[in-house]
């Protein structure tokens, strides 16, 4: 006779690698915020919008944009592009989702 197995579908606690979220910034003022797109669709447009609203909060924000390095149409930072914005900016907002 055939048997089914019925398996939970929640997941089981991740104990492995974490990574712990930077300290928050006592404000966005005087500060540089990079800008991470990795060009999905729409992404690009989330971050101009986002801009818009932060600088009407923090006058003095500065931003730089930012694309990844390594592959086309869709790309994703290399660890180069990681250091440089990591020396260029005190925060960063990234898009990943269409």
């Given at each position: ?5 019925v ?12 990574v ?36 009407q ?42």
């Open positions: 006779m055939p048997t089914i197995e398996l939970s579908p929640v997941a089981s606690k991740y104990t492995g690698l974490t712990r979220p930077a300290p928050r910034l006592d404000t966005l003022n005087g500060k540089t915020i990079g800008l991470y797109w990795n060009q999905k669709s729409g992404g690009d447009v989330v971050l101009a919008r986002l801009s818009d609203l932060i600088r909060r923090f006058p003095e924000v500065q931003f730089k944009n930012y694309t990844g390095s390594i592959g086309w149409g869709r790309t994703v930072a290399s660890e180069e592009d990681i250091d440089r914005i990591a020396e260029e900016c005190e925060g960063v907002i990234g898009t990943t989702a269409d």
